[in-house]
């Protein structure tokens, strides 16, 4: 049972340090959505300038091919100047001395200034040698690029915002999906987060048509299955030890008492009886101990009610003093508010008789105890060795720091499954030479 809860600390721990399966893949699904903008969106856009200005080249070329065989067969020297008048965007120029072998069109993109927008703008322009009655020329023509590259950057932001809405709609997809693909999965830890072997729960996990997660919920099923039977069994069998054991202890003690009446034993048959005595004492305490811790383990004292732990200090507190006066321990009551706690009263019993013979048994001759009843808090300090006790093995069963005491070292188990139990907690420190286990309520 103490191995379970370990590993269920473990798991939180681990829990805590991991990150969310569904928010890791979505942290990397959207770097990767990232990834591909950031590539995609200037490819787009030069692959896109590429193609608009082959568009703009083809188009100057049809307008050559339309000048060639509609205009230059009728086009006269003296008509030259006329034709640039009235042709805004196609020229005839006189060829360059250094172009005058030139046989192929070129293209360029040239800023010519636009008299209506009254600015620089960007022009693909085209030049052809021509002759015209024997004599070189060169042929321009030009196409505005202002409008076809708002139309392009327009086409852009489209292409980017159409990327844009598909990457989150998807990214929403996915985790709408995934959640819900999920869902099984952590129905399932929360099952097992949740699951205690010593209460009987039913098992309760979610329907589902994916191959993995039916195997994972039949897996657990079969553990819990296993895990409760194999509990119970050992339940039943402490139950049915420690019942069948009382009997024999006491039929054993009796028939020692009817031994110590006769007054025909020697010193040495007084002394080994003694400690036959002692043994079967011992071995009847450590007996109802188990016994005790079984019951508490399997939840036998649901019941509960307000209880004054005054009242119950008081009430006990004569008892308890009549203990330490054997070994002259002196004991200060120290009561500064009124404590009520809601819990079983047998159990507070156990836990104030457990925490006072603690305080007695592993205290000092002449020692003292102090009790400190503040506002939510019972405090009980004892002299003792002089050094503290080891945090890791002070609650732990069978843990006797001291191996020379007749105790079982099944006492602050019971303490500490007692205040486990009610959702308390229970600290010990040492100080001032004083041995103290606080439970704050």
């Known amino acids: 049972m103490q191995g379970l809860c370990q590993n269920c600390l473990r798991a939180r721990i681990q829990m805590a340090v991991t990150q969310n399966l569904l928010t890791k893949t979505l942290r990397w699904y959207i770097v990767f959505a990232v990834i591909i903008l950031l590539v995609t969106a200037p490819i787009f856009y030069f692959v896109t300038q590429r193609l608009y200005i082959d568009e703009a080249n083809e188009t100057l070329k049809l307008h050559k091919k339309e000048f060639v065989r509609y205009h230059l067969p009728t086009l006269k020297l003296d008509s030259i100047d006329t034709w640039n008048r009235y042709n805004r965007d196609e020229k005839i120029l006189p060829r360059h001395p250094k172009h005058r072998k030139d046989k192929k069109d070129k293209f360029s993109t040239v800023f010519h200034f636009d008299e209506l927008s009254h600015e620089n703008e960007p022009y693909r322009v085209i030049t052809s040698p021509i002759i015209i009655e024997g004599k070189p020329f060169t042929y321009t023509s030009k196409i505005n690029l202002v409008e076809r590259e708002d139309m ?132 009847a305490r450590l007996n109802k101990n188990l016994l005790l811790l079984s019951r508490i383990e399997h939840d036998q004292f649901s019941t509960s009610e307000q209880l004054s732990i005054n009242a119950l200090l008081k009430k006990h507190f004569e008892f308890f003093a009549e203990q330490a006066a054997a070994k002259n321990i002196r004991i200060t009551l120290n009561e500064n508010t009124e404590v009520s706690v809601n819990t079983n009263p047998v159990l507070a019993e156990v836990l104030l008789n457990n925490l006072m013979f603690n305080a007695i048994r592993h205290n000092l001759p002449s020692g003292t105890i102090v009790i400190n009843l503040e506002e939510r808090h019972l405090s009980i300090s004892n002299s003792g060795t002089s050094t503290a006790l080891p945090q890791e093995k002070i609650f732990d069963r069978f843990s006797k720091i001291n191996p020379s005491t007749q105790g079982s070292g099944l006492g602050l188990a019971i303490i500490k499954k007692i205040v486990d139990l009610n959702r308390w907690a229970i600290h010990y420190h040492f100080k001032n030479d004083l041995h103290t286990f606080t439970i704050a309520f």
């Open 152 to 283: 392009m950057k327009s086409v852009a932001y489209l292409f980017l915002g159409l990327i844009s809405a598909m990457l989150i709609g998807l990214y929403f997809i996915t985790k709408v999906m995934s959640v819900r693909l999920w869902r099984p999965f952590y129905n399932a830890l929360d099952h097992l987060e949740k699951f205690e072997v010593d209460k009987v729960t039913k098992t309760n996990l979610s329907q589902t048509t994916i191959n993995e997660f039916a195997r994972l919920n039949q897996a657990i099923e079969g553990l819990i299955q296993k895990n409760t039977s194999i509990y119970n069994v050992q339940k039943e069998f402490i139950e049915n030890a420690a019942h069948e054991l009382q009997t024999p202890l006491a039929v054993i003690q009796g028939k020692l008492e009817a031994l110590f009446q006769q007054s025909s034993l020697t010193q040495s048959q007084s002394e080994v009886l003694e400690k036959l005595n002692e043994s079967v004492s011992r071995l």
